[in-house]
């Protein structure tokens, strides 16, 4: 069985080395290749054949051209395999980074986590790293959140609102100032958006969904 073919961009020549060394002593891991910046990177990748990259982020301090490089690598060879290699935990980044195509990213401090993550994303197993995947969540309750606020205007939320505390329809004319008929538009409105029956259960389901 052939070895993992595993091409490293990392812009510390001594921590490059030191994982090198590490992976190379995996039996089934091989270094084919290694660069330090991302001309050099991009230079060096398509030569080397390589089946995993693992990319360090900031390969010049703090410019996250890491994430660039990754992006010229899958625009050379589409189904390129990218772990990113970090000491950044910051949420905004991993996302970003998978945005950018990456399959995994891994704290430098979890390094001895590296081979059975590069055998992962060989194996196309999606076995992402914890600190990443709280990362991801994270992300996509946001988007989910803020996929739930534009779901209301904000008239269809005070009414609801205002029926989850128990008001009826002439409070509700009192207190929004509206008419009857309005109320009763902007109810069909949003029975049909939430996809219930009733404005009580569609009250109950903002309230869960916290749209007020």
Known sequence: ?????????????????????????????????????KAEAIERFL?????IVLMDINL???????????IEFIALQADCKIIMLTSLTDEAVIVESFSAGAVN????SSFKEIPDAI??????????HPTAAAALRNE????????????????ER?????????????QIEQSLHI???????????ILKKMGVKTSKEAAAKASQKKLF
């Open 158 to 170: 005070d009414i609801l609102q205002l029926i989850h505390q128990g008001h009826t329809q002439t």
């Open 119 to 128: 055998r992962a994303a060989h194996n196309r197993q999606s076995a992402i």
């Open 105 to 108: 990213y891994i704290s430098k």
């Open 60 to 70: 010049t301090e703090n410019n996250l051209d890491g994430i660039e490089t990754a």
């Open 1 to 37: 069985m052939n070895p993992i073919r595993v091409f490293l961009v990392e812009d510390d020549p001594v921590w490059r080395k030191g994982l090198i060394d590490f992976l190379n002593k995996e039996p089934d891991l091989t270094v084919v290749g290694e660069a330090g910046f």
């Open 47 to 51: 030569p080397a054949e390589a089946d």
């Open 179 to 189: 008419t009857k008929r309005t109320i009763k538009n902007h109810i069909n409105r």
């Open 140 to 155: 996509f309750l946001r988007l989910k959140n803020d996929e739930n606020q534009k779901l209301l205007s904000p008239s």
